[in-house]
């Protein structure tokens, strides 16, 4: 018998919330900030102040100096994270400060492996679900790859969240997606974060594929940067992920020191208030 639970009986706030967005028949918005950017205090404000906003799910960014799937603007936003002193340490407090106040939005952490390596595996994972996480995504880990870090996350009762694309055949997607959890995560476009947008039409054809593999509920993201391509791809997903949109408001909200200027939260959390309503909007 295996040391690791199947992947389908790893329940959480994510398996919660896509049933119950299912059951209201519309899709989930799944919006991206970075922690610690632009500084640790702003950006926990930002955090607390997504799910009055309207996001469904939360990813929150490992700030990492090497990111391989990245666009230009969260590219920008681990720098600034990181110039400004955020470590994995301060990125799982942000996540406990969350939960001390929200004991129901999920969130996932997404990233890459080197710094959840350097600071221990199992020691990260015990602190991750002691702050509340939900979920991982990590890019740069393939199902090959599983015994680093899936397989335990599994075990400690956390999803992990495994991304598809475009270039992913069948039996590609069935090896993908055998310990998958959470849901699934397609990546609507074959490049990086924040650039073009894919046709709704390949999406759609795209989802229907996947969801002849897996049962998990499918989020698209990469390339959706305004309220009206929300709107279009709620119309077929069960989630609506978008980021670099996101991140790029709090870049337009500092000033020449790279300092946040009065008005930043409120015109971040006000782009994304217009996202939801998008999303809620989509099916009539």
Do not use: W
């Not at 681990?78 to 129901?104: N, W």
């Not at 300092?259 to 015109?267: E, H, I, N, Q, T």
Request: aromatic letters at 6%; hydrophobic letters at 45%; charged letters at 20%.
């Amino acid at each position: 018998m295996s040391a690791y639970p199947d992947a389908r009986n790893v329940t959480t706030r994510i398996g919660r919330r896509f049933d119950a967005l299912r059951a209201e028949g519309r899709a989930a918005l799944v919006t991206f900030i970075t922690a610690g950017d632009p500084d640790f205090d702003t950006a926990v404000v930002l955090l607390k102040g997504l799910p009055r906003a309207g996001a469904d799910v939360i990813e929150l960014g490992m700030p990492f100096s090497d990111p391989m799937a990245d666009g230009p603007a969260i590219q920008f936003s681990s720098q600034r994270a990181l110039a400004g002193g955020q470590t994995l340490e301060k990125t799982l407090a942000m996540v406990g400060a969350f939960r001390a106040e929200d004991a129901d939005t999920p969130i996932v952490l997404m990233g890459y492996y080197n710094p959840i390596h350097h600071y221990g595996v199992d020691r990260f994972l015990a602190a991750a679900k002691a702050a509340g996480v939900d979920g991982l995504i990590i890019v740069d880990l393939p199902p090959e790859e599983e015994g680093e870090l899936c397989l335990p996350a599994l075990n400690a009762g956390i999803n992990f969240i495994y991304l598809t694309t475009p270039t992913s055949d069948d039996v590609r997607l069935t090896r993908v997606l055998e310990n998958a959890s959470g849901f699934v995560y397609y990546v609507s476009i074959a490049g990086i974060t924040g650039t073009r947008s894919a046709k709704s039409a390949d999406v759609a054809a795209a989802l229907a594929r996947i969801r002849r593999h897996s049962p998990l509920p499918v989020a698209v993201g990469f390339g959706i940067n305004t309220p009206e391509a929300a709107r279009e791809i709620a119309l077929d997903a069960d989630g609506v992920v978008v980021g670099s949109a996101i991140v790029k408001r709090i870049a337009d909200g500092l000033d020449d020191a790279g300092r946040a200027r009065s008005g930043l939260v409120d015109a971040v959390l006000g782009f994304v208030g217009e996202l939801a309503r998008a999303v809620r909007g989509a099916r009539g």
